[in-house]
C-alpha cells in the first residue's frame, strides 16, 4: 500500500512540476484587473507594498512560488502577485518620445496613428524588429525599441 500511495505522490508531484515550468521565465504577462495588490512575499500572510491600476499593464514574471509570481514593472520595481490577477495577454507600453504607428514594418511605411510615451498597446504580432500593435483601435507597425513589453529576439504571431 506504501509503494502505491508513493507512487502516486511522485506522479502528482512530477504533472505539478510539469505544469509549473511549463511556461518559460522570464516571461512578459498583463494585468487582468485594474487593481492588483503587489506583496513584499509570496502569500496573502505578506504586506501589500503597492497596487497597480492599470488593467493591461505588462509585466515581467521572474520567478514563480505556487500560485504567485514575482513581477517586474517596466521602472525595475518588483512585488508578487497572485496569478489570477495576471493575463497570458500581451500588451506593451510606447517608451521614449511620440511616435507614429505604421501601415507596414517599414521605416518609408505610411504612418497610422500618432501614441504618446505610457501609452498601452495590444501585440499582436512581432517579428524582426518590428511589432504590430493595436493602440485604441488603430493598428500599426512600431519598432521594437519604442515599446517595453516584449523580447529584443522574441517572435509573436
Not at 81 to 88: C, F, I, P
Given at each position: 500500500m506504501k509503494v502505491v500511495w508513493l507512487a502516486a505522490a511522485l506522479a502528482g508531484m512530477t504533472a505539478g512540476a510539469w505544469a509549473q515550468g511549463a511556461l518559460p521565465i522570464p516571461r512578459f504577462v498583463s494585468l487582468?484587473?485594474?487593481e492588483v495588490n503587489v506583496r513584499t512575499g509570496p502569500g496573502m500572510q505578506y504586506p501589500v507594498a503597492w497596487v497597480f491600476v492599470r488593467a493591461g499593464l505588462p509585466v515581467e514574471v521572474i520567478a514563480t512560488?505556487?500560485?504567485w509570481r514575482k513581477v517586474r514593472d517596466i521602472d525595475g520595481v518588483e512585488g508578487w502577485?497572485?496569478?489570477?490577477?495576471?493575463?497570458?495577454d500581451r500588451h506593451a507600453i510606447i517608451t521614449g518620445?511620440?511616435?507614429r504607428t505604421l501601415t507596414r514594418a517599414a521605416t518609408t511605411a505610411v504612418p497610422v496613428a500618432?501614441?504618446?510615451?505610457?501609452?498601452?498597446?495590444k501585440?499582436?504580432?512581432c517579428s524582426g524588429a518590428y511589432c504590430r500593435l493595436d493602440v485604441a483601435g488603430h493598428k500599426g507597425w512600431l519598432p521594437r525599441e519604442q515599446i517595453w513589453g516584449v523580447y529584443p529576439n522574441e517572435t509573436l504571431d
Open positions: 487582468r484587473s485594474g512560488f505556487d500560485v502577485v497572485h496569478q489570477n490577477l495576471l493575463s497570458g518620445g511620440e511616435v500618432q501614441a504618446e510615451p505610457g501609452v498601452i498597446a501585440v499582436l504580432a
